[in-house]
């Protein structure tokens, strides 16, 4: 980790850009001033320097396109001081996936240095209740990765003493490979806290997920195939984050349709792994970053299975959300077999 001395005035702007991770480095700030994330669509939120200018590094990736906006400095209004050192954790997001590629992308810096730190600063989403998301479900995958720290969940501006502000080692898109660092840090707590306990052969499966736009075409007829072929179906939201790291730790051949779960997959995943990950909707620049994720993460055996069926018009199949896409089960059968997968 190389720590970044403040620059003079407004930010390292040039390390934020969408083709490319920032560098592993980190930014001490004394008297940081830290604003929560707020109403605006924008989702502005980060942190200001004791000068007033704006940390740059503080803005997340919060999409394929776009990083979280500038918010308007407090101004000199007293606030609650935070005494001691703090490290910067980014923005508290509820959403499975968007919690693994937004919320734990920052922790690489705590590798070996946890003892200098009084707590983690986490910013919610704005009329989210992420306090109770973390008591339910989030809290285990901090603990997982070794971060026993208190987590200060900040709703209303504050100051910290001394505050470390890490880059990104981790995000959407062209970010989806991660660090060295990041991709170091999160293995090696896994592999120690993660013993393998599972079936050798795996279908995951969205098919008890509410909305039925976020299942796979014909989930159903897909999973009696998996069965048949020796599969066991594995819905991961109705275990922990612990277990299924497990599973997927213990797995030598997974097969799923592309989503979430495939990015917490690669952080468990082992050496010649077998995967069949299946396309289930018209975003190719989607899957090709769960690929390039996948293949970044763990050195293994990856099939990339497209039975989509062809859509005369790809914007109205991604506004619908009444139904999955449509798949050719047909097709999606043969390249299975094609690839010795069943």
């Given at each position: 980790m190389t720590e970044a001395p403040p620059p003079p005035s407004g930010g390292?702007?040039?390390?934020?850009?969408?083709?490319?991770?920032?560098?592993?480095?980190?930014?001490?700030?004394?008297?940081a001033v830290i604003m929560p994330v707020g109403p605006d669509a924008g989702i502005s939120c980060g942190v200001f320097r004791s000068d007033g200018s704006f940390c740059d590094l503080s803005r997340t990736r919060i999409s394929k396109s776009r990083f979280s906006a500038v918010p308007d400095?407090?101004?000199?209004?007293?606030?609650?001081?935070?005494?001691?050192?703090?490290?910067?954790?980014?923005?508290?997001?509820?959403?499975?996936?968007?919690?693994i590629m937004e919320t734990l992308a920052r922790l690489w810096a705590m590798d070996g240095r946890q003892d200098r730190f009084?707590?983690?600063?986490?910013?919610?989403?704005?009329?989210?209740?992420?306090?109770?998301?973390?008591?339910?479900?989030?809290?285990?995958?901090?603990?997982?990765?070794?971060?026993?720290?208190?987590?200060?969940?900040?709703?209303?501006?504050?100051?910290?003493?001394?505050?470390?502000?890490?880059?990104q080692g981790f995000g959407h898109m062209q970010w989806a490979t991660g660090t060295d660092e990041f991709r170091r840090y999160v293995r090696e707590r896994i592999d120690r806290n993660c013993p393998a306990i599972g079936p050798d052969k795996i279908y995951i499966s969205r098919s008890k997920l509410k909305f039925s736009h976020q299942r796979v075409d014909q989930e159903v007829r897909i999973e009696k195939l998996m069965k048949s072929a020796g599969y066991a179906i594995f819905h991961p939201q109705r275990h922990s984050i612990r277990a299924q790291c497990q599973v997927y730790r213990a797995a030598h051949t997974i097969v799923g349709g592309?989503?979430?779960?495939?990015?917490?997959?690669?952080?468990?995943?082992?050496?010649?792994?077998?995967?069949?990950?299946?396309?289930?909707?018209?975003?190719?620049?989607?899957?090709e970053a769960i690929a390039q994720q996948i293949e970044a993460f763990a050195t293994i055996d990856l099939v990339q299975l497209n039975p989509m069926k062809?859509?005369?018009?790809?914007?109205?199949?991604?506004?619908?959300?009444?139904?999955?896409?449509?798949?050719?089960?047909?097709?999606?059968?043969?390249?299975?077999?094609?690839a010795h997968l069943i």
């Open positions: 390292p702007a040039d390390l934020l850009s969408l083709e490319r991770l920032p560098p592993p480095i980190v930014e001490p700030i004394r008297d400095h407090p101004g000199h209004a007293s606030r609650p001081a935070l005494e001691g050192t703090y490290l910067f954790g980014g923005i508290g997001r509820h959403h499975f996936g968007h919690f009084d707590g983690l600063i986490l910013l919610p989403m704005h009329k989210t209740d992420f306090g109770a998301v973390l008591r339910r479900r989030m809290l285990s995958f901090f603990r997982l990765m070794g971060c026993d720290m208190p987590l200060h969940l900040v709703r209303t501006p504050v100051t910290a003493q001394t505050l470390y502000l890490p880059a592309d989503g979430s779960a495939f990015h917490l997959a690669p952080f468990a995943m082992q050496s010649e792994t077998r995967l069949g990950l299946i396309q289930r909707r018209p975003r190719v620049d989607a899957i062809k859509a005369e018009d790809e914007d109205a199949v991604l506004q619908n959300k009444d139904s999955a896409a449509p798949i050719s089960f047909h097709k999606l059968k043969e390249q299975l077999e094609a």
